[in-house]
C-alpha cells in the first residue's frame, strides 16, 4: 500500500488543531486504499499546541511530529517536513483549514495519473483584506516578470509531490527560502486543480506586512539576479546626464565667461546622484547579505523531539 505524509506546519494553533484533526480523520478513514502520516512540525509554538498534537498521537498511530527548538519559521518547517516524511507522495497544508481537506483525493487521484506536483490554485480568497490580495497579485506579476521559470499564478503551498519531488527539493538547502519559486524551478509533470480558499477557521494569522515583504524580497533575490542588472540600467542615464551636464558646462563657462552659477542646482544633483548610489548600494547589500548567510552552511534548523524521542543533534 501506498504512503502519503501530510505535511502541516504550525505555529500556536491550539485553536485551529482540533477542528483540523476532526477533518482530516474523517478523510483519512474514508480514503481505505492508502496509508496516511500526519507530520506536523511544531515551529516554536508558544502555546498548547505541542501538547495538543503529542495528545492526538496517542490516540492515533498515524500522527507524527517533529518540534522544533524554537520558532523557525513556515519555510523551514516546510524543508524539515520533507526530511522527516517517509510517504510515497507528501501534501503540504496549512494548519488552519484554509486548504481544504477534501481536496486531496483529487489531488491523489491526478498523482496516480503520473503527475509529480499537483497544485491546488485559488477560485477565491475569502476572509482576506483588500490589501492582502492586491499586493499578493503585484507581487506574482513582479517574480513573474523577473524569471523565465513558470510562477503558479494564484497558489499556495497547498499540493501533492511525489517523492522524487521530494527528493529534489531535500536537495535545494538554502537558508532563505522561497518554497513557491522552488517548486516551479525543479520542474516535473505539473498538474492545477481549482479550489475555494476558505477564511482561516480559528486562531489569528502570524503573518504581517514585514514578513510578507521579507518573503517577497527572499522570493525575488534567490530566484534571480535580474535586480542586479537594474543597477546597470540605472547608471546608463546617469552616465549620460553627467556627460550631457558636463559638455553644457563647458560650453557656457567658454562662451559666457561667467562661473559656474547657482549652487543648489549642484545641491540638486549631488542629492539625486547620491540617492541612486545608496539605492544600489542596497541591491548589493542584499545579495551580500545572502552570500554571508550562505556561506554560514549553518544546519538549517534544529530538532527537539521527533515522534517524541529527544533529537541528539549527532
Ligand atoms: N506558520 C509556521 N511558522 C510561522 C508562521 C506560520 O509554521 O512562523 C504556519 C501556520 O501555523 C500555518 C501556516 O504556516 O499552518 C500558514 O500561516 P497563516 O495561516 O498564519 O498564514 P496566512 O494563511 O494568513 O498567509
Ligand atoms: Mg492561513
Same mark, same amino acid.
Given at each position: 500500500?501506498?504512503?502519503i $505524509?501530510?505535511?502541516?506546519?504550525?505555529?500556536?494553533?491550539?485553536?485551529?488543531?482540533?477542528?483540523?484533526?476532526?477533518?482530516?480523520?474523517?478523510?483519512?478513514?474514508?480514503?481505505?486504499?492508502?496509508?496516511?502520516?500526519?507530520?506536523? #512540525?511544531?515551529?516554536?509554538?508558544?502555546?498548547?499546541?505541542?501538547q495538543?498534537?503529542? =495528545?492526538?498521537?496517542?490516540?492515533? =498511530?498515524?500522527?507524527?511530529?517533529?518540534?522544533?527548538?524554537?520558532?523557525?519559521?513556515?519555510?523551514?518547517?516546510?524543508?524539515?517536513?520533507?526530511?522527516?516524511?517517509?510517504?510515497? $507522495? #507528501?501534501?503540504?497544508?496549512?494548519?488552519?483549514?484554509?486548504?481544504?481537506?477534501?481536496?486531496? !483525493?483529487?489531488?491523489?487521484?491526478?498523482?496516480?495519473? *503520473?503527475?509529480?506536483?499537483?497544485?491546488?490554485?485559488?477560485?477565491?480568497?475569502?476572509? =482576506?483584506?483588500?490589501?492582502?490580495?492586491?499586493?499578493?497579485?503585484?507581487?506574482?506579476?513582479?517574480?513573474?516578470?523577473?524569471?523565465?521559470?513558470?510562477?503558479?499564478?494564484?497558489?499556495?503551498?497547498?499540493?501533492?509531490?511525489?517523492?522524487?519531488?521530494?527528493?529534489?527539493?531535500?536537495? %535545494?538547502?538554502?537558508?532563505?527560502?522561497?518554497?513557491?519559486s522552488?517548486?516551479s524551478?525543479?520542474?516535473?509533470?505539473?498538474? =492545477? #486543480?481549482?479550489?475555494?480558499?476558505? !477564511?482561516?477557521?480559528?486562531?489569528?494569522?502570524?503573518?504581517?506586512?514585514?514578513?510578507?515583504?521579507?518573503?517577497?524580497?527572499?522570493?525575488?533575490? $534567490?530566484?534571480?539576479?535580474?535586480?542586479?542588472r537594474?543597477?546597470?540600467? %540605472?547608471?546608463?542615464?546617469?552616465?549620460?546626464?553627467?556627460?550631457?551636464?558636463?559638455?553644457?558646462?563647458?560650453?557656457?563657462?567658454?562662451?559666457?565667461?561667467?562661473?559656474?552659477?547657482?549652487?543648489?542646482?549642484?545641491?540638486?544633483?549631488?542629492?539625486?546622484?547620491? *540617492?541612486?548610489?545608496?539605492?544600489?548600494? *542596497?541591491?548589493? *547589500?542584499?545579495?551580500?547579505?545572502?552570500?554571508?548567510?550562505?556561506?554560514?552552511?549553518r544546519?538549517?534548523?534544529?530538532?527537539?523531539?521527533?515522534?517524541?524521542?529527544?533529537?541528539?543533534?549527532?
Open positions: 500500500m501506498k504512503k $505524509s501530510i505535511i502541516i506546519p504550525a505555529y500556536n494553533e491550539e485553536e485551529a488543531l482540533p477542528f483540523l484533526y476532526e477533518r482530516l480523520e474523517k478523510l483519512m478513514n474514508e480514503i481505505r486504499n492508502y496509508e496516511f502520516e500526519v507530520l506536523f #512540525v511544531n515551529d516554536g509554538s508558544k502555546d498548547k499546541t505541542i495538543l498534537i503529542k =495528545e492526538l498521537r496517542k490516540k492515533d =498511530e498515524r500522527i507524527c511530529y517533529v518540534d522544533f527548538s524554537r520558532n523557525f519559521g513556515k519555510e523551514i518547517a516546510m524543508l524539515a517536513g520533507l526530511d522527516y516524511a517517509k510517504g510515497d $507522495s #507528501v501534501i503540504f497544508m496549512d494548519a488552519d483549514l484554509q486548504d481544504p481537506p477534501e481536496l486531496i !483525493p483529487e489531488l491523489i487521484k491526478y498523482w496516480e495519473e *503520473g503527475y509529480d506536483d499537483v497544485y491546488a490554485r485559488r477560485k477565491t480568497r475569502e476572509g =482576506e483584506t483588500w490589501l492582502k490580495k492586491f499586493t499578493s497579485k503585484m507581487y506574482y506579476k513582479v517574480l513573474q516578470s523577473l524569471t523565465r521559470v513558470p510562477i503558479q499564478k494564484d497558489t499556495g503551498d497547498f499540493r501533492l509531490l511525489d517523492r522524487r519531488c521530494v527528493n529534489a527539493l531535500k536537495k %535545494l538547502r538554502e537558508s532563505q527560502r522561497c518554497s513557491k522552488m517548486f524551478w525543479i520542474g516535473y509533470n505539473k498538474k =492545477e #486543480v481549482l479550489y475555494d480558499r476558505d !477564511p482561516r477557521i480559528a486562531g489569528k494569522t502570524k503573518w504581517n506586512y514585514r514578513k510578507l515583504i521579507d518573503l517577497a524580497i527572499d522570493g525575488i533575490t $534567490s530566484f534571480t539576479t535580474s535586480p542586479l537594474v543597477s546597470t540600467y %540605472l547608471s546608463i542615464p546617469t552616465f549620460i546626464l553627467l556627460g550631457v551636464y558636463f559638455i553644457y558646462v563647458i560650453i557656457k563657462c567658454i562662451t559666457q565667461s561667467v562661473a559656474i552659477q547657482a549652487f543648489q542646482a549642484i545641491i540638486l544633483l549631488i542629492l539625486f546622484f547620491s *540617492g541612486i548610489q545608496i539605492m544600489l548600494f *542596497g541591491i548589493v *547589500g542584499e545579495y551580500l547579505g545572502r552570500i554571508f548567510n550562505e556561506t554560514k552552511n544546519p538549517l534548523y534544529f530538532v527537539n523531539e521527533y515522534n517524541g524521542e529527544k533529537e541528539t543533534n549527532e
